[in-house]
């Protein structure tokens, strides 16, 4: 019965907001004004879902809603937002690189070492100012399982794990936009690239080891978001009117 009734509420959910319950996965693009009605049924969850194995993905309230709420503000309300977000973790089989068997010394065995490769989160928005704005998220684990022999004779398997992060944020200027430096040079670990063509595109890149805490994710894609912003005049950033 309350399995029926927890149904019957997820059903209510937004398409998008019961994409992350059931598939751990969303792929759409929409204008702000419809990114806010998935706010708000992202933030209906916690009071209505209670059973542990339909809870959001954790990257859904820590990343997610605020960088969908941070680009709505950029965005004109007839321009898009477009958003690829794979919050199933690293651990899904076609995330999974093969392995490798090496032997080991004194007390262990061997070492088992494999890769996963995780693009876990892809966004392109049209901001008001005609820029278009891309950003990706991909981490990269390392796993390690360790076959030790203790003393006693007795073996022992243990798995361990590190996590690099690779963040990117490209801004495609709309043409004659003007390019200057900015009055202090970027963070040492954000690298910026930029690239004249019909429309420049200004690149900043990060590479962070280990990735980044849970809590600390999100400013850390907002530090490389803002980056691009930083090489080009206050009035070609000012947000227009629709």
Known sequence: MFWRKTRAAIERFHPVHQGLI??????????????????ASLARHAETVKRRKWR????????????????????APKGAIGITADLRGPKVPEKTGPSRKFPGRGRVRNITEWFAHDPWLAVRAELRDGSVLELTVTDRVRYRRIHKVNPRGKHKVKTKSKAVQRITARRTLQPGQEVRRPGSPPPRSVGVRIKSAKRTVISATAKLGPAPAEQDQLQWILAVATEPFRWTPPAATVRRTA
């Open 22 to 39: 059931w598939q751990r996965t969303a792929s759409v693009t929409l204008p702000p004004a419809e990114w806010d009605a998935v706010v």
């Open 56 to 75: 959001l993905p954790d990257r859904t309230v820590a990343v997610l809603v605020p960088l969908i709420r941070v680009l709505c503000e950029d965005v």
